[in-house]
């Protein structure tokens, strides 16, 4: 059974049709006790880091979701769920869990005909294998809605990369979380086969 974290941060219904679509057994839940407990996890989100920040601690989900991964629990980290791994936001200056040492940083573009909120298909550009992005290669399109980008610190950490207007980090990871600032659950057969996988996924990053 996968867990999601329910913190008002949006789109949790679209991650649960997404993995009833492929056979996945997931819950979502406020429960902190759970969240801690679970044998895997989905971190998503969609809408202001502060906001969700906020909420993750004073209902102690973030505390949960932290437990989870400092006792080995496969998690997957998705947009809002992605960037609030790392130090901290640029998106109301935000203090994040530091997991991964980093920032999210607002998107500031010379290029006018550039749009923020990015929103749409990119391709990807796969940097590390892993297990997660098996079936994925250079030039596939993945589905993208965010106005801030992850900058992680470490490019160790940094599995797949697209462009706008910059180039930027567009999955990360460490031992047993990886994050996306994609949509899986919007990206079609490419995203619905990462939840697969991640179904199945010991939380071993190669």
């Avoid at 980093?102 to 796969?126: C, S, V, Y």
């Avoid at 949509?183 to 057969?189: A, D, F, I, V, W």
């Amino acid at each position: 059974m996968i867990t999601i974290v329910d913190y008002n941060g949006g789109n949790l219904r679209s991650v649960k049709r997404a993995c009833d679509a492929v056979g996945i057994a997931a819950e979502f839940t406020q429960d902190p006790d759970a969240v801690a407990k679970a044998d895997k996890l989905i971190f998503p989100g969609v809408g202001h880091a502060r906001s969700a920040m906020a909420t993750l601690l004073r209902t102690g989900l973030g505390d949960a979701v932290r437990h989870a991964y400092e006792r080995g629990v496969p998690t997957l980290g998705i947009c809002v769920g992605a960037q609030l791994l790392l130090d901290s936001s640029e998106e109301g200056e935000t203090q994040g869990f530091g997991l991964l040492p980093g920032r999210t940083r607002l998107f500031r573009l010379e290029d006018p005909a550039l749009k923020i909120p990015h929103i749409g298909w990119n391709e990807l550009r796969i940097e590390r294998p892993h297990p997660l992005l098996d079936t994925m290669k250079n030039g596939d399109e993945v589905y993208f809605v965010h106005s801030y980008y992850l900058d992680p610190t470490d490019a160790s950490h940094v599995y797949a990369t697209t462009d706008h207007g910059i180039r930027f980090c567009v999955a990360l990871g460490k031992d047993n979380l990886f994050a996306t600032q994609f949509h899986p659950e919007k990206s079609g057969r490419l995203g619905l086969g990462l939840l697969s996988r991640f179904a199945s996924w010991d939380g071993t990053p190669c």
